[in-house]
């Protein structure tokens, strides 16, 4: 049988008389207890105030609300300035984070009017949009990209990429599934043709996205939610935006990265800044040798694999190591590259990955138009002139070589 219990009861306060023997050194203990209290408060409010200067992760506020910063990595050389430098640094990263997820979002709630939401949900109408919208736009159209209109492709690769095993795969694999890869083809032509769908460019931050009647029609059958998406793209525009935005206010000694392989250093922090170029071989990946550089400048890293930096919603990788990538062909929507690594360089992440992209995929074999170019193949690691490369990768057993391209 189970035992009741009792009811707790609070114990009668009780007096307790103090002994007046040893009051002398009770009295210094008790002064001494209290300097080291008061030494250890001081100290802790010297040193939230003045914190030691050097490296330092820079995150957003935590109270926030939603932000692309989780797929950056933000590190600042702070000085002399302390919490209130570090306060003015986060404060800027974080108010960008905020704005920059908002115009790129596909999501109704965001909080910036004229968003990639607005004109995707407008077909057919003039709609006013953000101007750093305005100019991606205009980016893209420059550039001749139809990747913009891939939006119902990445779709299916959004939810490959999600997978967690291989037979998961087969319902969005345009590459298993016959279905998924005629209705990618049929996507793809209409994203070929200018008359079934294209971004019109009116001036004064205005677009109109038109979209045939015939193309809708499609969409409504079968389903298709958007129209146009920047998708993985969208980070180098936005790693463009917050650094600028960063050595506007002033803070100049840090860099920017990103999951994907964008980076972007900020200015002269008085030491260099280094990208590790990288080779996948037959018998693994190699840290080939090391990029440094220590001004101001822009980086984009392509690569058909994952590594232990990639986000995996970017990749999917098969038990016998064939590679599902975000890397898609407009012309036919299939991921697809020429190349394992591409790393390219110069003062824009979106000018340089526009210009890298055909390269990549393999639709374009001219790499005259990038200003920094640096790949390897069967060991050799071909650069521009102007690329400072140290590390060089060598052992007993293989050495990289160098060759210079025009």
């Keep these: 049988m189970k035992k009741e219990r009792k009811p707790f009861e ?7 008389q103090l002994s007046e023997d040893h009051k002398r050194l009770r009295i210094i203990a008790f002064v001494a207890v209290l300097a080291l209290a008061l030494t250890a408060f001081a100290f802790g409010i010297y040193y939230i105030v003045h914190k030691d200067p050097g490296w330092r992760e820079v995150t957003v506020k935590d109270q926030a609300m939603d932000t692309c910063a989780g797929s950056f990595h933000f590190q600042y ?8 430098e570090y306060k003015k640094v986060q404060q800027v990263y974080t108010d960008d984070c905020v704005y920059m997820e908002a115009v790129f979002s596909l999501e109704s709630s965001a909080m910036v009017p004229g968003n990639l939401y607005s004109v995707d949900q407008a077909p057919n109408q003039t709609v006013e949009v953000d101007p750093v919208l305005y100019q991606a736009l205009a980016k893209m159209q420059e550039a001749g990209s139809r990747a913009l209109y891939l939006a119902p492709v990445y779709a299916y690769y959004e939810n490959l990429f999600r997978c967690s095993e ?3 795969t087969e319902s969005f694999d345009p590459y298993q599934n016959a279905e998924v890869a005629e209705d990618v083809a049929n996507i793809c032509a209409f994203i070929q043709d200018p008359e079934m769908i294209d971004i019109e460019l ?8 038109k979209v045939a009647e015939e193309y809708q029609t499609y969409a409504e059958e079968n389903e ?5 998406d920047f998708y993985w793209m969208k980070n180098a525009f936005i790693l463009d935006h917050l650094a600028d935005t960063l050595i506007q206010e002033g803070f100049t000694s840090g860099y920017i990265t990103s999951v994907d392989g964008f980076s972007a250093s900020l200015g002269d922090c008085g030491e260099l800044y ?16 090391v990029l440094q550089y ?10 058909d694999y994952t590594t232990a930096e990639t986000l995996g919603d970017y990749f999917y990788t098969f038990e016998d190591g064939t590679v599902r990538t975000p890397y898609i062909d407009p012309e036919d929507g299939l991921c697809k590259s020429s190349m394992h690594d591409l790393l390219v360089y110069g003062d824009s992440c979106q000018d340089i990955l526009l210009q890298a992209f055909p390269v990549f995929i393999g639709a374009s074999d001219d790499m005259t138009a990038l200003e920094g170019v640096i790949y390897c193949k069967d060991r050799v690691i071909y650069h ?3 690329a400072e490369l140290s590390q060089i990768f060598s052992n007993d057993e293989l050495q990289y070589q160098e060759e210079i391209i025009p």
């Design 384 to 386: 521009k002139e102007n």
């Design 77 to 84: 050389k702070m000085g002399s300035g302390g919490a209130a």
């Design 10 to 16: 609070p114990r009668k306060p009780q007096q307790v």
């Design 166 to 168: 291989d037979w998961e």
């Design 274 to 289: 280094t990208t590790q170029v990288y080779d996948l071989a037959e018998d693994g990946v190699y840290a080939a040798a």
């Design 202 to 209: 009116l001036g004064e931050n205005k677009v109109c996205l």
């Design 224 to 228: 298709i939610v958007h129209f146009i």
């Design 294 to 303: 220590g001004e101001a400048r822009r980086v984009a890293a392509l690569h």
